[in-house]
């Protein structure tokens, strides 16, 4: 089957496989052209090579978090300019997100 995808390319980094699967399913049957990473190190290559629209990064990653992620790809000048959007699924004793 050839899909047509008429919107941006999205790069899902994320290693809690509910979690990217899901996510790919929503924004492809959106007609986003969806690419999961669940390592870091692997999402910088595919960010140089792919240059998504868009990452969707969870924060806490093993190996490279999505901290050392976000850093690298906006001080790159090929990629500095890709939308970023980190998620945390983390939480405080208190039931708030963490930070907040």
């Known amino acids: 089957m050839i899909r047509n995808y008429n919107y941006g390319k999205i790069l899902i980094l994320d290693n809690f496989e509910p979690f990217h699967q899901g996510l790919f399913i929503a924004l492809e049957s959106a007609r986003h052209q969806v690419i999961v990473s669940v390592d870091g190190v692997d999402a910088i290559d595919i960010a140089n090579h ?26 790159g000048d090929d990629t500095q300019g890709i939308l970023i959007v980190a998620l945390s699924g983390h ?10």
């Open 50 to 75: 792919e240059r998504p629209d868009l990452i969707i990064t969870d924060i806490g990653l093993p190996v490279k978090t999505g901290w050392e992620v976000i850093d690298e790809l906006k001080s």
């Open 91 to 100: 939480v405080s004793r208190g039931g708030h997100a963490a930070g907040h």
